[in-house]
């Protein structure tokens, strides 16, 4: 287990010294005159080319539509046009080429440096946003685990080839953070989270309105939501939910995630991916807690933290 503090914008702010793990602080740096510009900070050498508006259905969830975007290594066009080149013939120089997943809100920041060092990046529209917790957020992971399906028995026209789908891996914030999150192996505990809603609703000081709200939504709803999860996930012997993930999916990184409560210590007990986690101590009032308890619990054995400080 390794965390590592980044001291940001402030550097008079400094972690604690009481905890008892890897600390690395960039005081020096940001006293220095001279700027070290880090490893893979620049882009890669492959073009980046994109295919957008890829549809699928899911027919074993009341067919479900699931539209992608995808980026990957491309072989640069004639034409002078804006990187990321739609439609642009695939560069096969170097595939199969690992496959990163998130939402297609987050890929349009990352994608484009990720997949100049030989990746593939599918992005699934449309998820990542919702008002409080309920069906999307596990309906969202399940599209996650469906489109690594679909681009492995089914590889989009003129991608044939090109992914390796054996090897991928999972990244997103907050909402999308959480899929991530799930995409780890935690599990969900049921008796967790309803107990923590129960108390929550009592706690001195009191939570937060939006919060509360956020959070336990779907305590009110529960039989409802495992009615429509289904029993091939909700039927355990041991009280916990099965993991919604995927053999292929090797790694994850959660930034920000949401969900602590959802799975609980025995939840995040079960993680088994290795795990790289983002926060930021000035996130919100609740976040960086959370977050710390997450990272806490994840039975993941390869698992690392970084926190930007202030």
């Not at 080429?97 to 939402?103: A, H, K, N």
């Not at 991916?273 to 977050?291: L, N």
Request: hydrophobic fraction near 40%; include cysteine; proline fraction near 6%.
């Amino acid at each position: 287990m390794v965390i590592l503090f980044i001291t940001a914008c402030n550097p008079a702010i400094s972690p604690s010294s009481e905890v008892d793990n890897t600390q690395i602080t960039t005081n020096e740096a940001v006293q220095s005159a001279e700027v070290v510009r880090l490893p893979l900070s620049e882009p890669g050498s492959f073009t980046v080319g994109i295919r957008r508006n890829i549809n699928f259905v899911d027919t074993n969830r009341n067919n479900r539509e699931v539209y992608l975007t995808i980026w990957y290594p491309a072989i640069k066009p004639d034409e002078s046009a804006t990187e990321p080149y739609l439609d642009a013939l695939a560069d096969l120089s170097s595939a199969p080429y690992p496959v990163i997943l998130s939402s297609s809100k987050l890929g349009f920041i990352f994608a484009k440096q990720l997949v100049s060092y030989g990746f593939v990046y599918v992005g699934i529209n449309g998820i990542d946003t919702y008002m409080h917790f309920d069906k999307n957020a596990f309906d969202q992971p399940l599209d996650i685990i469906f489109a690594l399906d679909q681009v492995s028995v089914a590889p989009v026209e003129g991608l044939e080839g090109l992914l390796d789908t054996q090897k991928a891996g999972t990244v997103g914030y907050s909402f999308d953070g959480t899929n991530s999150l799930f995409l780890s192996g935690a599990r969900v505990d049921p008796e967790y989270y309803l107990s923590y809603c129960k108390q929550a609703s009592v706690m001195e000081p009191p939570l937060e309105y939006w919060y509360l709200n956020y959070y336990c939504y779907l305590s009110t709803k529960w039989n409802e939501l495992s009615d429509y999860i289904g029993k091939d996930i909700t039927a355990s012997e041991d009280g916990l939910w099965q993991p919604i993930t995927d053999e292929r999916i090797r790694a994850v990184m959660p930034m920000a995630p949401d969900g602590a409560w959802f799975f609980g210590e025995k939840g995040l007990a079960a993680a088994n991916r290795a795990v790289f986690m983002i926060q930021a101590s000035k996130d919100s009032q609740y976040q960086p807690t959370e977050g710390a308890f997450i990272f806490e619990h994840l039975g993941s054995k390869d698992k690392t933290m970084v926190s930007f400080i202030g």
